[in-house]
């Protein structure tokens, strides 16, 4: 899968994806990334990419031609139609799901802005406009770099173990369980005895508690559109009617 990425700012682009697992995606060549400097596409001797807002206010936008530029250039070596992700507050909720459906485009083109956003003529060429959760940030390459790393794990050959990616995102729906490694004690703090006791009927119901306590706690909107087995639905129960008979450590 190939990644075309335009910022005004291509090393903020480019180290993060030296490393970890998209890092050896992309030394194995089942990731392509061509990170495109907005700047390039400019035609005037200083280079600008930005000018102040119609009808006034604070702050730059993003001028259209650079970008229009970009994608002409990046349609043209590609050859084919390009599917566009722009990333800004404005988007919609970017999901799992989004993420499992892009992987399946081989060639995605993904907008960064930075100052006060684009001017809005630039949404005549974008697919899809994205937000990564409601808070303001200073630029968009932080978010293009989550959607990148989102979208590259469902790639086959990027993660190790391909079905485990599929599984993972159909059956979650809850938040993960506490894990632990050893030592079994480090500074007074123990893992709990029923990892350590070899009885794997308990250790599932015991995770399976743990993952709905921390999802009624954190995220309780999850469970609406969780799907939970039987166990699950009684071990929930309980756990709204503030009991927890019949389990360990808890
Ligand atoms: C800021 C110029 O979903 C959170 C986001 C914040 C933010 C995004 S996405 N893009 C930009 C941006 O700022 O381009």
Request: proline share 6%; charged share 30%.
């Amino acid at each position: 899968m190939t990644f075309d990425i335009v910022t005004i700012f291509p090393a903020m682009i480019e180290a993060p994806l030296a490393g970890g697992i998209i890092g050896r995606g992309i030394e194995r060549g089942t990731l392509d990334v061509a990170v495109r400097d907005l700047r390039a596409f400019t035609t005037d001797r200083h280079r600008v990419v930005d000018d102040m807002p119609y009808g006034g206010g604070p702050g730059m936008v993003l001028k259209p031609e650079p970008i229009f530029r970009a994608l002409d250039a990046i349609e043209a070596e590609r050859g084919t139609p390009l599917t566009v992700i722009l990333t800004s507050p404005q988007g919609k909720p970017f999901t799992q799901a989004d993420a499992q459906r892009l992987s399946g485009v081989a060639h995605l083109v993904l907008l960064c802005g930075r100052y006060e956003g684009f001017d809005d003529r630039v949404r005549e060429r974008v697919t899809e406009e994205v937000s990564i959760g409601d808070y303001i940030l200073t630029g968009g390459e932080l978010p293009a770099l989550v959607i990148l790393d989102a979208v590259a794990r469902f790639v086959p050959g990027v993660v190790g173990d391909e079905q485990s990616v599929i599984d993972e995102s159909f059956s979650r729906g809850l938040l993960d369980f506490p894990q632990y490694t050893r030592p079994a004690e480090v500074d007074d703090l123990r893992v709990p005895d029923v990892l350590l006791s070899g009885d794997h009927a308990a250790i599932r119901r015991w995770r399976k508690k743990e993952a709905l306590t921390r999802t009624l706690e954190r995220r309780p909107d999850l469970l609406a559109g969780a799907t939970l087995d039987d166990e699950e639905r009684e071990i929930l129960r309980e756990l709204q009617n503030g009991r927890i008979a019949g389990l360990q450590d808890g």
